[in-house]
Protein backbone atom coordinates (compact mmCIF):
# COMPACT_ATOMS: atom_id res chain seq x y z
CA UNK A 1 0.00 0.00 0.00
CA UNK A 2 0.87 3.70 0.21
CA UNK A 3 3.64 4.96 2.02
CA UNK A 4 4.13 7.96 4.15
CA UNK A 5 7.60 8.37 5.81
CA UNK A 6 7.54 11.36 8.81
CA UNK A 7 10.69 12.51 10.30
CA UNK A 8 11.50 13.50 13.12
CA UNK A 9 8.62 11.38 15.10
CA UNK A 10 9.17 13.53 18.43
CA UNK A 11 11.16 16.95 18.83
CA UNK A 12 12.09 18.55 21.39
CA UNK A 13 13.63 22.36 21.65
CA UNK A 14 13.97 25.36 22.70
CA UNK A 15 12.10 28.76 22.18
CA UNK A 16 13.20 30.71 19.26
CA UNK A 17 14.37 27.06 17.69
CA UNK A 18 13.33 26.68 13.76
CA UNK A 19 12.36 23.02 13.48
CA UNK A 20 12.23 21.44 9.98
CA UNK A 21 9.78 18.19 9.37
CA UNK A 22 9.47 15.78 6.21
CA UNK A 23 7.30 14.13 4.59
CA UNK A 24 8.02 12.00 1.98
CA UNK A 25 6.09 9.58 -0.44
CA UNK A 26 7.54 6.55 -0.33
CA UNK A 27 6.26 4.20 -3.30
CA UNK A 28 3.89 6.76 -4.90
CA UNK A 29 3.81 10.28 -6.44
CA UNK A 30 2.56 12.65 -4.06
CA UNK A 31 0.83 15.54 -6.39
CA UNK A 32 -1.04 16.91 -3.65
CA UNK A 33 -0.06 17.25 0.46
CA UNK A 34 -1.29 18.08 3.18
CA UNK A 35 -0.49 19.19 6.66
CA UNK A 36 -2.25 19.23 9.79
CA UNK A 37 -2.33 20.42 13.51
CA UNK A 38 -3.96 18.02 15.68
CA UNK A 39 -4.65 18.96 19.14
CA UNK A 40 -4.97 16.55 22.35
CA UNK A 41 -8.30 14.57 22.04
CA UNK A 42 -9.40 16.62 19.11
CA UNK A 43 -10.05 16.12 15.26
CA UNK A 44 -7.28 17.42 12.83
CA UNK A 45 -7.20 20.72 11.78
CA UNK A 46 -6.06 21.36 8.53
CA UNK A 47 -3.28 23.82 8.27
CA UNK A 48 -2.16 23.91 4.38
CA UNK A 49 -2.14 22.33 1.26
CA UNK A 50 0.78 22.39 -1.30
CA UNK A 51 0.87 21.43 -4.78
CA UNK A 52 4.21 19.81 -5.78
CA UNK A 53 5.95 23.21 -7.76
CA UNK A 54 3.37 25.57 -6.52
CA UNK A 55 2.95 27.68 -3.60
CA UNK A 56 1.33 26.42 -0.57
CA UNK A 57 -2.49 27.33 0.07
CA UNK A 58 -3.15 28.20 3.73
CA UNK A 59 -5.66 28.20 5.64
CA UNK A 60 -7.49 31.32 7.39
CA UNK A 61 -5.45 32.00 11.04
CA UNK A 62 -2.21 29.66 9.88
CA UNK A 63 0.79 32.19 9.28
CA UNK A 64 2.29 31.56 6.26
CA UNK A 65 5.53 33.18 7.62
CA UNK A 66 5.39 30.98 10.80
CA UNK A 67 4.72 27.77 9.38
CA UNK A 68 7.14 27.28 5.96
CA UNK A 69 6.16 24.98 3.23
CA UNK A 70 8.34 23.65 0.02
CA UNK A 71 6.80 21.12 -1.72
CA UNK A 72 10.32 20.63 -4.20
CA UNK A 73 8.98 16.88 -5.85
CA UNK A 74 6.87 14.54 -5.72
CA UNK A 75 7.77 12.69 -3.28
CA UNK A 76 8.94 15.54 -0.84
CA UNK A 77 7.49 18.15 1.13
CA UNK A 78 8.88 20.20 4.28
CA UNK A 79 7.23 21.90 7.35
CA UNK A 80 9.11 24.88 9.14
CA UNK A 81 8.41 25.94 12.41
CA UNK A 82 10.49 28.80 12.09
CA UNK A 83 10.89 30.81 15.85
CA UNK A 84 8.65 28.40 17.32
CA UNK A 85 7.36 29.46 20.80
CA UNK A 86 5.37 26.90 23.46
CA UNK A 87 2.26 27.85 21.66
CA UNK A 88 2.93 25.97 19.01
CA UNK A 89 3.61 22.91 21.14
CA UNK A 90 1.48 20.28 19.15
CA UNK A 91 1.03 17.34 16.94
CA UNK A 92 2.08 17.89 12.91
CA UNK A 93 0.41 14.90 10.81
CA UNK A 94 1.30 15.44 6.96
CA UNK A 95 -0.40 13.71 4.07
CA UNK A 96 0.19 12.87 0.79
CA UNK A 97 -2.53 11.88 -2.16
CA UNK A 98 -0.97 10.62 -5.87
CA UNK A 99 -3.21 11.77 -8.52
CA UNK A 100 -6.35 13.95 -8.97
CA UNK A 101 -9.81 13.67 -7.78
CA UNK A 102 -11.92 12.99 -4.68
CA UNK A 103 -12.50 9.28 -5.19
CA UNK A 104 -8.21 9.04 -3.94
CA UNK A 105 -7.39 9.06 -0.25
CA UNK A 106 -5.19 10.48 1.94
CA UNK A 107 -1.98 8.53 3.12
CA UNK A 108 -0.75 10.19 6.35
CA UNK A 109 2.46 9.79 7.75
CA UNK A 110 2.71 8.79 11.40
CA UNK A 111 2.80 12.77 13.07
CA UNK A 112 5.93 14.58 14.69
CA UNK A 113 5.31 15.25 18.37
CA UNK A 114 6.79 18.59 18.70
CA UNK A 115 7.33 20.22 21.95
CA UNK A 116 9.11 23.63 22.42
CA UNK A 117 10.24 24.20 25.95
CA UNK B 1 -20.82 24.49 4.03
CA UNK B 2 -20.03 20.54 3.89
CA UNK B 3 -19.44 19.24 7.02
CA UNK B 4 -19.07 15.83 8.82
CA UNK B 5 -21.01 14.65 12.00
CA UNK B 6 -20.10 12.08 14.21
CA UNK B 7 -21.40 10.29 17.45
CA UNK B 8 -19.78 11.70 20.51
CA UNK B 9 -17.19 9.61 22.74
CA UNK B 10 -16.11 7.83 23.95
CA UNK B 11 -18.09 4.45 23.15
CA UNK B 12 -16.96 2.20 25.26
CA UNK B 13 -17.84 -1.97 24.55
CA UNK B 14 -16.83 -5.18 25.77
CA UNK B 15 -15.25 -7.41 23.39
CA UNK B 16 -17.06 -9.69 20.74
CA UNK B 17 -19.79 -6.49 20.78
CA UNK B 18 -21.23 -5.04 18.28
CA UNK B 19 -20.26 -1.83 16.85
CA UNK B 20 -21.99 0.92 15.52
CA UNK B 21 -20.48 4.29 15.17
CA UNK B 22 -22.49 6.92 13.29
CA UNK B 23 -21.65 9.33 10.45
CA UNK B 24 -23.86 11.70 8.95
CA UNK B 25 -22.98 14.50 5.88
CA UNK B 26 -23.66 17.77 4.49
CA UNK B 27 -21.96 18.29 1.09
CA UNK B 28 -22.85 19.79 -2.08
CA UNK B 29 -22.70 17.49 -4.98
CA UNK B 30 -21.56 13.63 -4.86
CA UNK B 31 -18.42 13.29 -1.84
CA UNK B 32 -16.45 10.04 -1.13
CA UNK B 33 -16.82 9.29 2.09
CA UNK B 34 -13.88 7.80 4.57
CA UNK B 35 -13.32 6.38 7.74
CA UNK B 36 -9.89 6.67 9.36
CA UNK B 37 -8.11 5.28 12.03
CA UNK B 38 -5.73 6.98 14.71
CA UNK B 39 -4.25 4.35 17.20
CA UNK B 40 -2.91 6.05 20.40
CA UNK B 41 0.04 8.16 19.55
CA UNK B 42 0.18 7.51 15.66
CA UNK B 43 -1.03 9.08 13.08
CA UNK B 44 -3.91 8.39 10.80
CA UNK B 45 -4.96 5.12 8.78
CA UNK B 46 -7.36 5.08 5.96
CA UNK B 47 -9.67 2.23 7.28
CA UNK B 48 -12.48 2.21 3.85
CA UNK B 49 -13.80 4.65 1.29
CA UNK B 50 -16.79 4.79 -0.56
CA UNK B 51 -16.94 6.95 -3.72
CA UNK B 52 -20.43 6.22 -4.47
CA UNK B 53 -24.38 5.79 -3.34
CA UNK B 54 -24.31 2.37 -2.45
CA UNK B 55 -21.52 1.31 -2.30
CA UNK B 56 -19.72 -0.46 0.44
CA UNK B 57 -15.63 -0.36 1.89
CA UNK B 58 -14.96 -3.00 3.85
CA UNK B 59 -11.22 -3.61 5.51
CA UNK B 60 -10.73 -5.76 8.50
CA UNK B 61 -13.70 -7.11 9.24
CA UNK B 62 -15.55 -3.45 9.60
CA UNK B 63 -17.92 -1.69 7.08
CA UNK B 64 -19.55 1.35 6.27
CA UNK B 65 -21.72 1.91 3.42
CA UNK B 66 -22.73 5.35 1.46
CA UNK B 67 -26.30 6.28 1.90
CA UNK B 68 -27.24 8.88 -0.31
CA UNK B 69 -30.76 9.27 1.20
CA UNK B 70 -30.21 9.57 4.54
CA UNK B 71 -27.11 11.41 3.71
CA UNK B 72 -24.95 8.58 6.71
CA UNK B 73 -21.80 6.41 6.40
CA UNK B 74 -22.29 4.22 10.00
CA UNK B 75 -19.54 2.36 10.60
CA UNK B 76 -20.10 -1.05 12.04
CA UNK B 77 -18.19 -4.30 13.29
CA UNK B 78 -19.31 -7.54 14.01
CA UNK B 79 -17.59 -8.31 16.90
CA UNK B 80 -14.86 -5.93 18.03
CA UNK B 81 -11.41 -6.80 19.51
CA UNK B 82 -9.61 -5.21 22.19
CA UNK B 83 -7.03 -4.40 19.37
CA UNK B 84 -9.80 -1.85 17.53
CA UNK B 85 -9.58 0.14 20.40
CA UNK B 86 -8.62 3.68 18.89
CA UNK B 87 -9.91 7.01 17.48
CA UNK B 88 -12.28 6.81 14.62
CA UNK B 89 -12.67 9.74 12.21
CA UNK B 90 -15.02 9.65 9.67
CA UNK B 91 -14.44 12.30 6.71
CA UNK B 92 -15.81 13.73 3.08
CA UNK B 93 -13.61 14.42 0.33
CA UNK B 94 -15.15 18.04 -0.51
CA UNK B 95 -16.07 17.32 -4.19
CA UNK B 96 -16.04 21.61 -4.80
CA UNK B 97 -12.97 21.94 -3.60
CA UNK B 98 -9.99 21.51 -5.99
CA UNK B 99 -7.66 20.41 -3.88
CA UNK B 100 -10.59 17.67 -2.82
CA UNK B 101 -9.66 18.27 1.10
CA UNK B 102 -11.05 16.26 3.44
CA UNK B 103 -13.74 17.74 5.95
CA UNK B 104 -13.27 15.94 9.17
CA UNK B 105 -15.80 14.78 11.94
CA UNK B 106 -14.37 15.29 15.30
CA UNK B 107 -13.50 11.67 15.76
CA UNK B 108 -14.97 9.26 17.84
CA UNK B 109 -12.75 7.25 20.53
CA UNK B 110 -13.68 3.86 20.87
CA UNK B 111 -12.46 1.54 24.21
CA UNK B 112 -12.84 -1.77 24.02
CA UNK B 113 -13.21 -3.88 27.28
CA UNK B 114 -11.50 -7.52 27.36
Known amino acids: GAVVSQHPSRVICKSGTSVKIECRSL??????MFWYRQFPKQSLMLMAT?????????EQGVEKDKFLINHASLTLSTLTVTSAHPEDSSFYIC?????????????FGDGTRLSIL | GDSVTQMEGPVTLSEEAFLTINCTYT??????LFWYVQYPGEGLQLLLK???ADDKGSNKGFEATYRKETTSFHLEKGSVQVSDSAVYFC?????????????WGAGTKLIIKP
Open chain 2, 27 to 32: ATGYPS
Open chain 2, 50 to 52: ATK
Open chain 1, 27 to 32: DFQATT
Open chain 1, 50 to 58: SNEGSKATY
Open chain 1, 95 to 107: SARGGAGGNQPQH
Open chain 2, 91 to 103: ALSAPMDSNYQLI
